[in-house]
């Protein structure tokens, strides 16, 4: 099947393209059959030499049934030779079956902790023994009492 596709040039992190007609299973840079243009993506949106088209070539390759890439097809769209339009893949933001079950086993690890929780907190805790809470306070009641003046000093 021949495509309308662009091939890359140019230097490294200074792209440019041509756009030609090549056999679909050819490598992107590789043999092609005719350069019908050029596209210079470091040019203004408006200026007329970011992308150039031998129309009448591409009217006789579309006529002979090559198909345009979505890029191209976009720009065959501005000169009138295609009728373009984006595509709609509702899909896209959706994660993939792996990371559903991630997910889900995540969720359910989540679940599994959140009911373990409620199980020992039903359970009622063991008391400890009462005459060591007893002397807590009573250990710490002193230190109080020598904090409340020196507040009161200063």
Avoid at 46 to 69: F, N
Avoid at 138 to 152: C, D, G, K, L
Wanted: charged share 30%; proline share 9%.
């Amino acid at each position: 099947m021949l495509k309308i596709r662009l091939a890359r040039g140019g230097a490294k992190k200074r792209p440019y393209y041509n756009i030609v007609i090549a056999d679909s299973h050819s490598p992107r840079d590789g043999r092609f059959i005719e350069k019908v243009g050029a596209y210079n993506p470091m040019l203004k949106k408006d200026d007329p030499a970011r992308v150039t088209l031998k129309v009448e070539s591409i009217q006789a390759w579309l006529a002979k049934g090559a198909q345009p890439t979505d890029r191209v097809a976009r720009f065959l769209a501005n000169e009138g030779l295609v009728k373009w339009q984006a595509g709609n893949n509702p899909n896209k933001a959706e994660p993939g079956r792996k990371a559903k079950e991630r997910a889900e086993e995540r969720a359910q690890r989540e679940a599994d902790r959140a009911a373990a929780a409620a199980e020992a907190a039903a359970q009622p805790a063991p008391e400890p023994e009462a005459a060591p809470a007893e002397e807590a306070p009573a250990a710490e009641a002193p230190a109080a009492e020598e904090a409340a003046p020196e507040q009161t000093e200063g």
